[in-house]
T-cell receptor
Framework: AQKITQTQPGMFVQEKEAVTLDCTYD???????LFWYKQPSSGEMIFLIY??????QNATEGRYSLNFQKARKSANLVISASQLGDSAMYFC???????????FGQGTELSVKP | DAGVIQSPRHEVTEMGQEVTLRCKPI?????LFWYRQTMMRGLELLIYFNNNVPIDDSGMPEDRFSAKMPNASFSTLKIQPSEPRDSAVYFC?????????????FGPGTRLTVL
């Protein structure tokens, strides 16, 4: 069975600093995808970044990067130069390469301080 | 480009009433997902369609819940009769499934309150 664990219920970061949100996963599938979503207080789920299990390089999207360590089964999200608008819940998720549902972690609430 | 569209955005109903949630996926996407988000259980899949056919409905709580996808551009999730424990945010998501772990794009959600 697949499982996603986010061990940080809440995080604080100073504006303009970088922050790392942790995510570990467990799966017996040889190929899978890892995703991060942002959920601001308005409630929508916003896709941020994707990492395939066979990708050799860590994924990057603007200020977001994914620190993928396959042997450790971790897929941490790094946000550089934090902005006040980054304050939100962040969810890590995993999907199988055959398609289908995403399994979500419990989320990390990030607060950016001015 | 239009994203996933859900209606209504908010629904307040009384226990025992029928509730119908609607979703229009992104044009061209072939997979559609209904998720439910609660504080206690987080985000969990209710049902997943591929090419309008239900593939995985193992997350549908019980017979009170039903979902349909009559065509590629419309899906409904119905709860009859509704109960207070059904109160949650219901998300619809869609993806273009191509044999890999494809990105799912979420609608704004429907916040359901059952009194």
């Amino acid at each position: 069975a697949q499982k996603i664990t986010q061990t940080q219920p809440g995080m604080f970061v100073q504006e303009k600093e970088a922050v790392t949100l942790d995510c570990t996963y467990d799966t017996s599938d040889p190929s899978y995808g890892l995703f991060w979503y942002k959920q601001p207080s308005s409630g929508e789920m916003i896709f941020l970044i994707y990492q395939g299990s066979y990708d050799q390089q860590n994924a990057t999207e603007g200020r977001y990067s994914l620190n993928f360590q396959k042997a450790r089964k971790s897929a941490n999200l790094v946000i550089s130069a934090s902005q006040l608008g980054d304050s939100a819940m962040y969810f890590c998720a995993m999907g199988r390469n055959q398609g289908g549902k995403l399994i979500f972690g419990q989320g990390t609430e990030l607060s950016v301080k001015p | 480009d239009a994203g996933v569209i859900q209606s209504p955005r908010h629904e307040v109903t009384e226990m025992g009433q029928e509730v119908t949630l609607r979703c229009k996926p992104i044009s061209g996407h072939n997979s559609l997902f209904w998720y439910r988000q609660t504080m206690m259980r987080g985000l969990e899949l209710l049902i997943y369609f591929n090419n309008n056919v239900p593939i995985d409905d193992s997350g549908m709580p019980e017979d009170r819940f039903s979902a349909k996808m009559p065509n590629a551009s419309f899906s409904t999730l119905k709860i009859q009769p509704s109960e207070p424990r059904d109160s949650a945010v219901y998300f619809c998501a869609s993806s273009l499934e191509q044999g890999s772990a494809d990105t799912q794009y979420f609608g704004p959600g429907t916040r359901l309150t059952v009194l």
